[in-house]
């Protein structure tokens, strides 16, 4: 035979159960806050001045700011990366537009390997990505919200520019279609 709980004890255990849940349910809300105003945070960053220091690759850059080394990313594009087609040469274009020059970049937020996600900005006032899209050595990223670089795409794959070029130009970059090191494209085979 069980014996009931006086009503004040259940009482008392379900008040503890709520208070459990609402704590859980305020932690959450506090978290999602921190998130939000970290993001927040990061879109109200000003615009920085950094010298460029090297092109790590074509989406990427190394920066000089005040005394601190950055990296990075250039927002709103997806190029193509060693080992794929054309990485040479999309890096060696950004090299020419870059290369120790006095960069304008505007931060967007950062990413999980600590670089900053920004619009880069030439010394004349260009953008990095529309011109990097524009000249065919590079994609307009899935997740980029700027429509104008989608245009600039589409013409420099009408025009076949850049990697456009190629018969079969590579997707964006992703880890799963990277072909592997001993896979050599057609265009670059050498003759003999």
């Not at 690759?57 to 000089?64: F, G, I, S, T």
């Not at 999309?90 to 390997?113: C, E, M, Q, S, Y």
């Not at 009408?158 to 997707?171: I, M, N, Q, V, Y």
């Amino acid at each position: 035979m069980t014996r009931r709980q006086p009503l004040c004890d259940r009482r008392a255990s379900l008040h503890g159960t709520a208070a459990v849940s609402l704590r859980a349910v305020l932690l959450s809300f506090s978290i999602l806050f921190l998130s939000l105003a970290s993001q927040r945070a990061a879109a109200e960053e000003p615009e920085l001045r950094v010298q460029v220091i090297s092109v790590r690759n074509c989406d990427e850059l190394a920066v000089r700011h005040k005394a601190k080394i950055l990296a990075i990313r250039i927002a709103g594009i997806d190029c193509p990366h060693r080992p794929q087609p054309f990485a040479t040469e999309a890096k060696a274009f950004v090299g020419t537009l870059v290369n120790k020059h006095i960069l304008r970049v505007k931060p967007v937020g950062h990413d999980r390997h600590r670089r900053i996600w920004a619009n880069v900005f030439l010394p004349d006032g260009r953008s990095l990505s529309y011109e990097m899209v524009k000249s065919g050595w590079a994609h307009a990223s899935a997740t980029a919200v700027d429509e104008r670089l989608a245009e600039l795409e589409q013409e420099a794959r009408r025009t076949k520019l850049g990697l456009w070029d190629d018969s079969r130009p590579a997707p964006a970059a992703t880890a799963k279609n990277i072909p592997s090191p001993h896979v050599i494209h057609p265009k670059h085979r050498s003759t003999p």
